[in-house]
């Protein structure tokens, strides 16, 4: 009989941390914080149908967007869970217009601050669709033992320390990073804990889907429209036409493409110039997974993780997955913002 060995998050993460001989354990029991409000909030989604949690609470969040009873119970939970742990100073929300410091004597000795947008792609909790947790960690810079200030929050994406996801879907899933490869667990309801599933996940070089709302086509930048056309265009020797799919929520279209390979596209449009999805919540801790999983994360121009922050709520335009194709999105649109021809890395044959 083949035995078949389960290794939980857990497990793994206190095996992780021997590779660290300074730590000190604050870390690992940070993410098994995570761990724990992913399996609440996971427990809600999965009965939402059959308790009074659908629809909308009747406010809005700092976004003006309206929030949902699912989006606020989610906060709330890892909110406490990540002050329980008491290794945390203070925390960020999408959904909170300032961050939040944890006024107790544990907490403001804690090391890291967190970030996240805790149900991300919520406009489709009310149809049953896959929806998610996105979670970036740094380690503070203000004075261990005083209150956390703006700065701790306004750092590059690059000095994360740590980043992941969780995917409420068919099945549950937590994947993240520390800086060594992204793993990812799924959670077996039948002993409750979130198991190693894939141990290293890379995403392909290059990939046949691309994941972008067309119902925005006309408002999109000129590089945009020519990368989709080309997309579009048949041609056997790129395997093209490419297949278009987007669900609507940024963990669920990056969760495919880093498996199957392609690309997701947010761009800037005429009415938010500025891009729509958030840098530090979003942005950030997806870009620091793609590049762990060999992929690439931009803005069109440069990297997304060396942006330097300048608000908590600040938005950019993204795009990101499988290396060669946002490559080719970053040339098509310096292209067409510079006014000038660039040598672009593979050909466009039969562009119309």
Excluded: W
Excluded at 165 to 172: A, C, K
Excluded at 327 to 341: D, P
Aim: hydrophobic content about 35%; glycine content about 8%; overall charge neutral.
């Amino acid at each position: 009989m083949t035995k078949f060995e389960v290794t939980t998050l857990n497990e793994f993460i206190l095996k992780s941390q021997m590779n660290y001989p300074q730590a000190q354990g604050g870390f690992s029991h940070l993410l098994h914080h995570v761990g724990i409000a992913a399996k609440i909030v996971n427990r809600e989604v999965n009965k939402a149908g059959l308790v009074d949690i659908l629809g909308e609470v009747g406010n809005t969040n700092v976004q003006g967007e309206s929030q949902k009873k699912l989006d606020v119970f989610a906060n709330d939970h890892f909110i406490n869970a990540i002050h329980n742990c008491g290794e945390v100073c203070a925390i960020a929300s999408e959904e909170n217009e300032s961050f939040i410091f944890f006024d107790d004597e544990m907490s403001r000795n804690g090391k890291y601050v967190f970030l996240m947008d805790p149900l991300d792609g919520s406009s489709n909790i009310d149809v049953n669709v896959s929806i998610g947790t996105i979670f970036s960690i740094y380690r503070r810079i203000s004075p261990i033992g005083e209150k956390a200030t703006m700065e701790d929050f306004l750092q590059p994406g690059t000095a994360q320390i740590a980043a992941g996801y969780v995917l409420y879907g068919s099945s549950t899933m937590m994947v993240y990073t520390t800086g060594r490869g992204v793993t990812g667990f799924t959670l077996d309801p039948s002993i409750g804990e979130f198991c190693l599933s894939h141990r290293r996940m890379e995403t392909p070089e290059d990939g046949r889907i691309y994941s972008i709302n067309e119902g925005n086509y006309k408002k999109f930048p000129k590089g945009v429209k020519k990368y989709i056309k080309y997309c579009q265009v048949r041609d056997e020797k790129s395997d093209r036409p490419y297949t278009s799919r987007y669900i609507g929520s940024l963990v669920a279209d990056f969760h495919r493409n880093l498996i199957k390979g392609g690309i997701f596209i947010y761009p800037e449009t005429e009415s938010a110039p500025l891009g729509k999805l958030r840098l530090l919540y979003e942005c950030n801790p997806i870009a620091f997974l793609a590049e762990q999983a060999g992929g690439k994360a931009s803005n069109g121009f440069e990297p997304i993780m060396k942006i330097k922050p300048t608000s908590l709520h600040q938005r950019v335009p993204f795009y990101t997955g499988s290396k060669k194709m946002v490559e080719l999105v970053e040339c098509l649109l310096q292209e067409h913002t510079n006014g000038k021809t660039v040598d672009l890395p593979y050909k466009m044959e039969n562009q119309q």
